[in-house]
C-alpha cells in the first residue's frame, strides 16, 4: 500500500510539475501574441482606413479634375458653335435670296458651309434651312428636307415629327 500511496504522490506531482509548466506555456504564447500580434494588428486597421481614405480623396479629385475638363471643352465647343451661328448669320453669301438665285450660287452657299464646317474639329456637317422651305443647304450640298429626314438621319415617324417640330419653331 505504501508503494501505490508513493507512485500515486509521485504521478500526482509529476503532473502538478507538467501542468504548471503547460500552464506556463500557455500564458507565454498568449503574452506573446498580446505583445507582438495585437500591436501588428491595431496598426494594420489604421494602415487600412488611412489608405481608403486617401484613395477615396485621389478618385474624388481625379473625378473632379475629369469633369472639369468635360466642362471646359462643352464651354469651349458651344462658343465655337455660338461663333460659327454668328458668322452665319452675319455672311452675305448665305442669305436666302443669294442661294435662291441660281445653281451657281447655290453652291457658293454650300462652299461658304463647308468653310465654317471646317473651322471647328468636332462639327461633322452643318445643315442650313431657310423659313419653311424644303431645301436644307449642307457642307456636302442641297438635298430636300424630306430626304435629309428619310436617308441620312433615318428618324422614325414620332421623332420625325418631333424634330420638324424643333425646327420650325427655332
Known amino acids: 500500500?505504501?508503494?501505490?500511496?508513493?507512485?500515486?504522490?509521485?504521478?500526482?506531482s509529476a503532473m502538478l510539475k507538467f501542468h504548471k509548466s503547460v500552464?506556463?506555456?500557455?500564458?507565454?504564447?498568449?503574452?506573446?501574441?498580446?505583445?507582438?500580434?495585437?500591436?501588428?494588428t491595431i496598426m494594420t486597421v489604421i494602415l487600412y482606413g488611412n489608405l481608403v481614405n486617401n484613395l477615396q480623396r485621389e478618385i474624388e479629385a481625379s473625378t473632379l479634375y475629369k469633369l472639369s475638363m468635360v466642362k471646359n471643352n462643352t464651354n469651349m465647343n458651344m462658343d465655337t458653335l455660338r461663333n460659327i451661328a454668328m458668322g452665319i448669320t452675319y455672311n452675305?453669301?448665305?442669305?436666302y435670296y443669294v442661294a435662291k438665285r441660281s445653281g451657281y450660287d447655290a453652291m457658293e452657299s454650300v462652299s461658304e458651309l463647308r468653310k465654317y464646317r471646317a473651322s471647328s474639329a468636332f462639327v461633322d456637317d452643318i445643315a442650313l434651312r431657310y423659313?419653311?422651305?424644303?431645301?436644307?443647304?449642307?457642307?456636302?450640298?442641297?438635298?430636300?428636307?424630306?430626304?435629309?429626314?428619310k436617308y441620312v438621319f433615318h428618324f422614325d415617324i414620332e421623332l420625325e415629327r418631333v424634330f420638324l417640330n424643333a425646327i420650325d419653331t427655332s
Open 1 to 12: 500500500k505504501t508503494i501505490a500511496k508513493t507512485l500515486v504522490c509521485f504521478y500526482n
Open 23 to 40: 500552464s506556463f506555456l500557455y500564458r507565454y504564447l498568449l503574452s506573446y501574441f498580446i505583445v507582438s500580434i495585437l500591436p501588428v
Open 92 to 95: 452675305h453669301r448665305l442669305r
Open 131 to 149: 423659313g419653311n422651305d424644303n431645301t436644307v443647304y449642307t457642307s456636302k450640298g442641297t438635298i430636300s428636307l424630306d430626304n435629309l429626314i
